[in-house]
């Protein structure tokens, strides 16, 4: 017998085949029954007819509960009713394995029943939907990168030191060498990468141990951190959007379906293909001060503000140049503003927050020294990225994107927990 996935029935019309598959759903009425089988590639709706299947094989059909796994062996025909729909008539069936009462219905659940279920609710179709997703914008992201030139270079997860704060830091014992922590970000090795390969990027699992419980926040999550050398402030943003545009351009041409069972708003998502507005730190304030919030030019944004600060813009935002206290230490300082450092962060629209965070990197060695003496941070450990400013030091600039918030935005689901396969929060670890 020929297997067939769901999604190439349209090219197996009027001929046997079977399907290996798990069982959706299941209901009958009189001699009629209904099973709608997924199997990873689809979901198709199958029925069996009493008279035709005859009553033994009809018997077995109806014993098969939701999620059983099962092989159905069918003809495949156009939809009676629905255009573009294809059903099933099954000719035989063979169940693999009878599931028990299924935990997940169609019921409404809390999300820590679902979340302590996850292993089960990933199969449910806007999880489905979801994971899918982001296989697409993940490859549509090393896509990008790999068209423009970029080398994959991965980065340790062990690191002896930090990327950005250190209270963020997960500790564990090293061996003999002392603590080690979970990368927050392979940038510091990307800066290293470039002098040797020019364009690299990294793309894996970070760690912070947030304590933030917000929807936005997961404490191991996965990035893309992207580095290039002689690309300084301005075209790093070029590069950011361009990016960004070719990840929504591919979801919209290859995820129209997933998009559908998620309910996004693809007007919204085409919207969001035009250039990107820059606005520096400074006008950010000012806006909001405009709008009544009480803020200080010190101040980072709060969730509410980044809402207002995107509110009316189909597109997201870079925010740029922003005091040098606020931001990293490797952030090269603004030659028009010693105050100022050549950061910027892209906010999406619609709630959705900080997508990206980038900067052009210091790279004037004492300039950066000094600031990390400022910072009182061990320099012993640093010494080799300082070094790279000693042995031909170049301009140049990287971004960091975090998948699960870019996910967020472009399938709008309203919290980051739903866009990883296990999320990881403060609270949660199980399973
Ligand atoms: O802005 P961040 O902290 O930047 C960096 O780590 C740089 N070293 C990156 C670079 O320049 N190569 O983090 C980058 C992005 C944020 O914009 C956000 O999208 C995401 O990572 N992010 C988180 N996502 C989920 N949960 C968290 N706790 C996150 N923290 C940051
Ligand atoms: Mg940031």
């Not at 294809?86 to 979340?115: C, M, N, R």
């Not at 690309?231 to 290859?254: A, F, N, P, W």
């Not at 293909?273 to 009480?294: C, N, Q, W, Y």
């Not at 980044?306 to 597109?315: A, D, F, H, K």
Request: include cysteine; proline fraction near 5%.
């Amino acid at each position: 017998m020929k297997y067939i996935a769901i999604k190439d029935v349209e090219s197996y019309l009027g001929q046997e085949v079977s399907i290996r598959a798990w069982v959706r759903n299941i209901r009958h009425s009189g001699k009629l029954l209904f099973i709608i089988l997924r199997d990873g590639s689809g979901e198709l709706q199958s029925v069996a007819f009493r008279p035709d299947l005859g009553d033994e094989k009809f018997e077995v059909a109806r014993r098969l509960s939701m999620e059983s796994s099962v092989i159905v062996t069918g003809i495949p025909k156009a939809h009676p009713k629905m255009e573009g729909e294809y059903e099933l008539s099954i000719t035989d069936v063979l169940p693999w394995q009878i599931a028990e009462d299924y935990p997940i219905s169609k019921k409404e659940h809390g999300p820590d029943f679902l979340l302590s279920n996850r292993h089960l609710w990933l199969r449910v179709p806007k999880q489905w939907a979801l994971m899918r997703l982001r296989h697409t914008i993940y490859f549509a992201i090393c896509e990008y990168l790999n068209d423009n030139d970029y080398i994959r270079f991965d980065s340790p997860i062990l690191t002896p030191s930090s990327c950005e704060e250190t209270t963020t830091l997960f500790e564990l014992d090293y061996f003999d060498e002392g603590k080690a922590y979970l990368s927050q970000s392979g940038q510091l090795y990307l800066e290293a990468g470039i002098m040797s390969l020019g364009r690299v990027y990294d793309f894996g699992p970070v760690f912070r141990a947030e304590k933030s419980k917000t929807r936005k926040h997961l404490t191991e999550f996965w990035m893309m951190d992207a580095e290039a050398a002689w690309v300084e402030h301005e075209e790093s943003m070029d590069i950011q959007e361009g990016l960004i545009r070719y990840v929504i351009r591919t979801c919209l041409e290859k995820c129209g379906k997933e998009l559908d069972i998620l309910e996004r708003d693809t007007e919204a998502l085409k919207a969001a293909d035009a250039p990107f507005p820059r606005m520096t730190h400074r006008e950010a304030i000012d806006l909001l001060k405009s709008k009544g919030v009480d803020i200080t030019y010190q101040s980072d944004f709060g969730a509410a503000d980044e809402v207002m600060l995107t509110e009316g813009s189909p597109v997201p935002v870079f925010i740029e140049r922003w005091p040098k206290d606020i931001k990293a230490f490797y952030m090269k300082r603004d030659p028009e503003n010693p105050d100022l450092v050549l950061g910027s962060d892209l906010i999406a629209p619609e709630g959705f927050g900080e997508i990206i965070g980038g900067s052009q990197r210091e790279d004037d060695h004492d300039l950066l020294l000094q600031r990390m003496q400022d910072e009182k941070m061990p320099i012993e450990d640093y010494q080799w990225f300082l070094d790279l400013r000693k042995y031909g030091s170049v301009p140049h600039s990287g971004f960091g994107i975090g998948l699960e918030r870019l996910i967020a935005w472009i399938s709008g689901v309203h919290h980051i927990r739903e866009t990883i396969p296990f999320p990881r929060m403060i609270y949660r670890i199980y399973p």
